[in-house]
Every structure is written in structure tokens, then in C-alpha cells.
């Protein structure tokens, strides 16, 4: 019992009762960057990079969306901050760490702190819901803990906390090959969120999903960042969702960064220059219809 | 045109038959195969069968005998496959291209389960016994060699069928490479691998029966020892029993892959 004390987990607030955060909003947003890239590149193949010099930071708190056409570099961007994809070049630092510096057990540290959710879930389907939201203690685990599937009392109990968070109650025992495409993408919710990110990476997390899914976890999303205090960093194919939920929107093309800017700064211009002229009218027409 | 996929589906089945025929025809007219006495001597060996091939009163006494034997058979056939399967799964973690190390130990291990794979089982006993002469290590071995290369082939491509969306979930919440396999790739590998362990087992009941001829020892050495020594009917005992062994552990091993797989 002693050993696992240190893995002790920070109560999470639950989103309706919990208290904003020390006043926490939007205008107020301290200045010190929580994320910041520098000059990032990306090369697979010579030919043509997959990401070009791409800088920006993010502040602690804020919600970012990545938008762009299929193929921009949406996906290596996110991959590059938590190191599942090695840049070619540049710097990333995390929370005050240059991370490419990095070694095994310092990146497995980092990567603690960093959730991460994805189009396709990502969950072992075999498994029920508790023990996947519970590997999300495995970056915390000596070798012999994880291998056995030990979690700590205090662990067990956050992890039930935040599936009561995420409305999941009743398929705690389930396997997730029952579950449907948004139960199963609130359940990768739990397993970042059981992690105690500050960061929580999104790979197209609706891309999957119907709209009432994909609306119930944008709204998810949103009360993590804004009630937790959560930094999110997301990719999204849908721009009307984008201008809705993000407080920020970095615009993608070709690997490199062609807009950055508030959501009402995105006029039609800029949108045809993330995603190319022809998609102009369409894109303005379901702006229009939805960004309210 | 549409017209002409279907007349091209049409025409590569007629293709695909010719040549299945000329196959067929070219190879039993250079051997010289006798299709029509190879038909009517199955109804000779029939009634050779039932005239001989048969237990009697007399054979039941060595049935204590005969039981042993094959139980010393399954049970070496069962430590033979597990044994095999604890080094094929090492062996299948290390060639997957899931969670494979980097691609030169893959590559190798690819190479060695290709290598254990297609050396022929009776080979193998043959190589083993000028080591270990005629005893039941050479069987043992022999099969453990077998199975070491079918069981890594089978588990890498369950591996790499669970594919890298688990396995990389787990390493972005900083798990460490042992911890995915614990927690991603093998509880979702686990059932198909038993699936294919069992299979094994049922395979190998059968050729240690095989091997034993070799090696003398087991079943397969009854077998042959009767056989050869014209007691027939001991000899059909024999195979009674060995098929009985095989129904059972197949029976078992299905009822076992039903639960597990559910």
C-alpha cells in the first residue's frame, strides 16, 4: 500500500457545482505561455515537408482549434508536442521544459501531462471502461505496478469520479466494444483526464461522431478548459464548430500556418486561404448558419 | 464498359479451370497414377481392414498399456506447445510491427520463424535424433522446433491485427513499453493467441503420434511396434484410441476457444 502513496491524485472539481478556478476567464489569461513552438519542421520524405516552420505558444487555459484541409500537418503538428512524432527541427517547450531534451524517463514524465484524445478513440476494446480510464495512471507506474494493473485506492476513486463527470455510470463495467462512438469518446476523455493534464491534445475528436455526439463532446471540452482550467489544443475538420467552441484558431495549410487570430477575425478571405478558393461559399454559408 | 468486366469474370474462371485441369492431367499422366485402380483398391483395403484390422479379445490386454503410452503422448505434446508458445510470443513481440523494438530485430525474427516454419516437422526429428538418439527429448524437441515457427508467425499476425491505435493511446499517457504490452497489446491479443495455442496442441497430438515412429517412444511407437510385428489388431487399437485422444482434446479446446473468444 505504502508504495503506491505517492501516486496520490489532485481531486478534479465536478463541472456543475465546482467553482471557476482563482476567478479564472477568458480576458484575464495570464501572459506566461504554457506551450511554445518554435520553428517547427517536420520532413518524412525530402520532398516536402510536412510541417514548415511552425511557430506559435499558447497560454495556460487557452482552447486553441487547428483547422485546415486533409494532409496540412494538422495531425504531426499535435503528435510533435507530446513527441509521438520527432520533429525534424525547432524547439518545443512545455511548461517550462525544452522538450526534445528530453530522455525515456523525463518524456514518459512530460507525457504525463499531456492527455490526449483521438478520432478513432483508441481504447483497448477488450477491456471495460474503468480499466481504460485507469491506464491513464500508467505514465505514473513503476514497471511491475503497471504490468500488474495496481492502482491505488485514491486512484480508483478519481477514476470513478470523472466517469460520473462524463455521465458514464452505468457502463463502468462494460466492455468498450459495447459502447457507442460517444460513449467511447468520453471514455478517452476519462483516461486524459485521470492523468491530471495540463494540456489535452485532440485529434479530430468528432471526425466520427453524429452531430449530437459531437456535440455533446464539444461541450465536454469546453467545460474541461474553462472550469478545469485545462489548456486544449484542437484539430478540427468542421470550422463552424471551430468558430463556436475555440477562443483561438490557428489556420493550417501545407504545413504551414496561414492564420492565427480570434475567432471573428476569420473572415471568407482567410478561410479560402486555409482551404483553397472553391471552399469559400460553402464554408461562409455554414459559418453563417451555425457560428451564432 | 460494364459488358466486359463480366465477360472478363467469365473468362478468367474458364482460365483458372483449364489450368487447374491441365495441372491435374500433366501430373498424373508423367507419374503414370492409375486413377481407376486407386478407387477400386480403396474397396480392397476395406476389406482388408475389416477382415484384420481390428480389435479383438486378445489385444484388450494391452489396452492399460496402450492408455499410458498415449497419455505420456498428449501430455508431451501439451509441454512441447507451451513451451514453444511462451518463446513464440517473446519472439512475436519482438517481429511485430506494432511494438516491434526496430525493424532489424523483425526482420530477424521473420527470418527464424520462416526458417522453423518450413524445415518439415520429420526433418526436424531427423536432424535432432543424430543429438539425442532415439528418446523421447528428440520428440520433444522436435516438436517444440515445429511449433516454435508456426506459433511466431500466428502471434505476429494477431499482434498486428490489434494495430497501433491502443498502443499508441498508452504511450502518449506516458506508459512505458512493457506497460502497453500488459495493458494494451496482450489483453487484446490474449483470446486469438489461446485460439491458436490450442490448435497447436490439436496438431500436435497428431504428429507426435507421427514422430514417435521416429524416435520410438510414445504412441507412435506402439503403433509401429504392432504394426510390424503383424499383431493387427493391437495395431487398430491403437489408432482407436489415438483418434478417441484427438476428438477429446479437440472437443475441449473448441468448448475452451468458445468462452474465450466471446
Not at chain 2, 479379445?57 to 501439451?78: F, G, N, R
Not at chain 2, 516437422?121 to 508456426?150: D, E, H, K, P, R
Amino acid at each position: 500500500m505504502s508504495v503506491y502513496c505517492k501516486d496520490m491524485v489532485v481531486p478534479v472539481p465536478i463541472f456543475p457545482s465546482g467553482q471557476k478556478k482563482g476567478g479564472f476567464n477568458l480576458k484575464q489569461k495570464s501572459k506566461i505561455p504554457l506551450l511554445e513552438l518554435t520553428n517547427i519542421t517536420k520532413y518524412y520524405h525530402s520532398a516536402a515537408p510536412a510541417l514548415a516552420d511552425v511557430s506559435f505558444s499558447v497560454a495556460e487555459g487557452e482552447f486553441v482549434a487547428v483547422i485546415g484541409p486533409s494532409g496540412a500537418g494538422k495531425s504531426t503538428l499535435l503528435r510533435c508536442i507530446n513527441r509521438m512524432i520527432e520533429p525534424t527541427g525547432g524547439a518545443i517547450s512545455f511548461d517550462g521544459v525544452i522538450t526534445s531534451l528530453l530522455r525515456k524517463r523525463d518524456l514518459r514524465k512530460l507525457r504525463t501531462k499531456i492527455g490526449m484524445i483521438f478520432q478513432h478513440y483508441n481504447l483497448v476494446d477488450r477491456l471495460t471502461v474503468i480499466e481504460n480510464v485507469l491506464h491513464g495512471r500508467l505514465g505514473y507506474k513503476s514497471t511491475l505496478a503497471g504490468v500488474l494493473g495496481r492502482y491505488s485506492r485514491e486512484e480508483k476513486k478519481q477514476a470513478f469520479r470523472i466517469i460520473n463527470l462524463l455521465g458514464l455510470d452505468e457502463q463502468v463495467y462494460e466492455r468498450c466494444d459495447q459502447l457507442s462512438g460517444g460513449q467511447k469518446q468520453r471514455v478517452g476523455i476519462a483516461r486524459a483526464l485521470i492523468q491530471n493534464p495540463k494540456l489535452i491534445l485532440c485529434d479530430e475528436p468528432i471526425a466520427s461522431l453524429d452531430p449530437n455526439a459531437a456535440k455533446i463532446i464539444m461541450d465536454y471540452l469546453k467545460n474541461i478548459s474553462s472550469q478545469m482550467g485545462i489548456t486544449i489544443v484542437i484539430n478540427l475538420h468542421q470550422v463552424n464548430v471551430a468558430l463556436k467552441y475555440a477562443d483561438r484558431i490557428i489556420g493550417v495549410n501545407k504545413g504551414r500556418i496561414v492564420f492565427d487570430g480570434q475567432p471573428d477575425e476569420l473572415t471568407g478571405e482567410k478561410i479560402a486561404d486555409i482551404y483553397g478558393s472553391e471552399f469559400k461559399d460553402l464554408m461562409m454559408d455554414l459559418g453563417e448558419r451555425y457560428a451564432s | 464498359m460494364p459488358a466486359d468486366i463480366f465477360a472478363k469474370r467469365r473468362n478468367d474462371g474458364l482460365i483458372f479451370l483449364a489450368v487447374v485441369a491441365f495441372l491435374t492431367v500433366g501430373s498424373v499422366m508423367i507419374t503414370q497414377y492409375d486413377v481407376l485402380k486407386s478407387f477400386t483398391s480403396i474397396y480392397r483395403a476395406l476389406a482388408w481392414g475389416s477382415a484384420n484390422f481390428y480389435p479383438n479379445a486378445v489385444s484388450m490386454k494391452q489396452l492399460p498399456d496402450i492408455l499410458y503410452k498415449l497419455w505420456e503422448t498428449v501430455l508431451m505434446s501439451i509441454a512441447a506447445t507451451t513451451i514453444a508458445a511462451v518463446f513464440a510470443g517473446l519472439l512475436a513481440l519482438l517481429g511485430s510491427r506494432t511494438i516491434r523494438v526496430n525493424s532489424i530485430f523483425s526482420v530477424i525474427v521473420r527470418g527464424i520463424a520462416s526458417f522453423f516454419r518450413n524445415f518439415p516437422l520429420v526433418a526436424w526429428a531427423m536432424v535432432l535424433m543424430l543429438a539425442f538418439s532415439q528418446s523421447q527429448l528428440t520428440g520433444y524437441l522436435a516438436l517444440i522446433c515445429g511449433s516454435l515457427g508456426f506459433l511466431t508467425r500466428a502471434f505476429i499476425e494477431t499482434i498486428d491485427e490489434v494495430g497501433n491505435n491502443p498502443v499508441e493511446a498508452l504511450q502518449a499517457t506516458g506508459a512505458s513499453y512493457i506497460h502497453v504490452i500488459f495493458q494494451a497489446v496482450l489483453p487484446s491479443a490474449m483470446p486469438m493467441m489461446i485460439s491458436w495455442l490450442l490448435f497447436m496442441i490439436d496438431t500436435n497430438i497428431r504428429d507426435a503420434i507421427l514422430i514417435g515412429f521416429l524416435t520410438g517412444t510414445g504412441i507412435g511407437f506402439s503403433f509401429d511396434l504392432y504394426y510390424k510385428s503383424f499383431d493387427y489388431h493391437t495395431a487398430s487399437l491403437v489408432t482407436i484410441f489415438g483418434a478417441i485422444a484427438v476428438i477429446i482434446v479437440e472437443t475441449i479446446s473448441n468448448s475452451i476457444r468458445r468462452v474465450i473468444m466471446g
